[in-house]
């Protein structure tokens, strides 16, 4: 199969329906899309609404990029090759209503060639979390049942590893591995063996993209008309901070993004538009404030599965 084609064509069209469900659960504000281009090589599409009924900001972004591994790249990326592709749809919703969660997905595949152009690596990436402002137990669940049902089709140890997987990626270091939200599914380097080809490879990446409207859609639904007050969105905000301390500090896309030259303007779209740093900010007890922060300082099993145990997932004989 010509992966890299296949792959752009599916990512184009993920886009596209994702893009019209978040339009329909709006039901107000719609996409506009800018297509740029990065002078090394490729570009992409970035769409991005704002001031709807329910989003505040968001985008769903592709890029299909491709140019010379840098000495940069090697040194920051770890890295080896002549030359490298990436193409992947990213997204970041953030909502108005403080009881409407922030979500964050992206899908992407990477090759690396050599100097006759001959393919020398390749691998998936990917995975969706969400972040509440208030917890909402039931929601956290759907959300993690639907991206479970997507996985165990490859594998019922995937699950449970690429949860861990996001439960410490998905965490402010400095803040004593604070979690920015409640998790999801996370991974990395995912490469083709001998009994788990590339094909399948590309299925289970389809499956986790596919996934994202049934995973979100129905918690905006059963949260958009909550009245919420000032004070519920002045938490949004201290919350949010979190989250540009995450994007700026720690994320790998955005760190990959700048080190590459990328397009500043798509990369930083994942930044909500108001956002507050007060000085140790520390919710009333027993709020429902309270009941977030605490949620979010220790990764939870939502499904009744231990995904903290060490799980060892070997890609071939699955």
Same mark, same amino acid.
């Given at each position: 199969?010509?992966?890299?084609?296949?792959? !752009?064509?599916?990512?184009?069209?993920?886009?596209?329906?994702?893009?019209?469900?978040?339009?329909?659960?709006?039901?107000?504000?719609?996409?506009?899309?800018?297509?740029?281009?990065?002078?090394? &090589?490729?570009?992409?599409?970035?769409?991005?609404?704002?001031?709807?009924?329910?989003?505040?900001?968001?985008?769903?972004?592709?890029?299909?990029?491709?140019?010379?591994?840098?000495?940069?790249?090697?040194?920051?990326?770890?890295?080896?090759?002549?030359?490298?592709?990436?193409?992947?749809?990213?997204?970041?919703?953030?909502?108005?209503?403080?009881?409407?969660?922030?979500?964050?997905?992206?899908?992407?595949? #990477?090759?690396? @060639?050599?100097?006759?152009?001959?393919?020398?690596?390749?691998?998936?990436?990917?995975?969706?979390?969400?972040?509440?402002? @208030?917890? #909402?137990?039931?929601?956290?669940?759907? #959300?993690?049942?639907?991206?479970?049902?997507?996985?165990?089709?490859?594998?019922?140890?995937?699950?449970?590893?690429?949860?861990?997987?996001?439960?410490?990626?998905?965490?402010?270091?400095?803040?004593?591995?604070?979690?920015? &939200?409640?998790?999801?599914?996370?991974?990395?380097?995912?490469?083709?063996?001998?009994?788990?080809? !590339?094909?399948?490879?590309?299925?289970?990446?389809?499956?986790?993209?596919?996934? #994202?409207?049934?995973? @979100?859609?129905?918690?905006?639904?059963?949260?958009?008309?909550?009245?919420?007050?000032?004070?519920?969105?002045?938490?949004?905000? !201290?919350?949010?901070?979190? @989250?540009?301390?995450?994007?700026?500090?720690?994320?790998?896309?955005?760190?990959?993004?700048?080190?590459?030259? &990328?397009?500043?303007?798509? !990369?930083?779209?994942?930044?909500?538009?108001?956002?507050?740093?007060?000085?140790?900010?520390?919710?009333?007890?027993?709020? &429902?404030?309270?009941?977030?922060?605490?949620?979010?300082?220790?990764?939870?099993?939502?499904?009744?599965?231990?995904?903290?145990?060490?799980?060892?997932?070997?890609?071939?004989?699955?």
């Amino acid at each position: 199969m010509n992966v890299k084609q296949e792959w !752009i064509t599916y990512i184009e069209d993920l886009q596209n329906k994702i893009c019209t469900a978040l339009e329909q659960a709006d039901a107000g504000a719609t996409f506009i899309e800018d297509r740029w281009e990065r002078a090394e &090589g490729g570009g992409g599409k970035t769409r991005v609404i704002t001031n709807g009924h329910v989003f505040e900001k968001g985008g769903v972004n592709t890029s299909m990029v491709y140019g010379v591994v840098t000495d940069l790249m090697r040194q920051q990326l770890k890295i080896e090759g002549v030359n490298w592709f990436a193409c992947g749809l990213s997204l970041v919703m953030h909502p108005a209503n403080p009881f409407v969660p922030t979500t964050h997905a992206n899908w992407r595949y #990477f090759e690396l @060639y050599d100097a006759e152009n001959n393919i020398t690596d390749q691998w998936f990436g990917g995975g969706a979390d969400l972040t509440p402002y @208030y917890l #909402f137990e039931e929601d956290a669940v759907h #959300f993690h049942q639907v991206l479970k049902n997507a996985q165990d089709p490859f594998g019922e140890a995937l699950y449970p590893t690429h949860k861990k997987c996001c439960d410490q990626y998905f965490a402010n270091h400095h803040r004593n591995e604070e979690m920015r &939200g409640i998790g999801g599914v996370f991974y990395d380097h995912l490469r083709p063996t001998e009994n788990f080809d !590339i094909g399948k490879l590309f299925n289970f990446q389809q499956a986790n993209g596919d996934s #994202f409207v049934e995973a @979100y859609i129905p918690i905006i639904e059963k949260r958009k008309h909550t009245v919420y007050s000032d004070d519920n969105k002045y938490w949004q905000e !201290i919350r949010r901070g979190r @989250y540009v301390e995450f994007n700026l500090l720690h994320d790998r896309g955005t760190i990959f993004g700048l080190k590459t030259n &990328g397009r500043t303007e798509s !990369i930083l779209m994942s930044l909500p538009p108001t956002v507050r740093f007060d000085y140790n900010y520390q919710p009333v007890a027993g709020s &429902g404030e309270e009941k977030l922060l605490d949620a979010c300082l220790h990764p939870k099993d939502w499904l009744g599965i231990d995904a903290n145990d060490e799980v060892n997932v070997e890609w071939a004989g699955r």
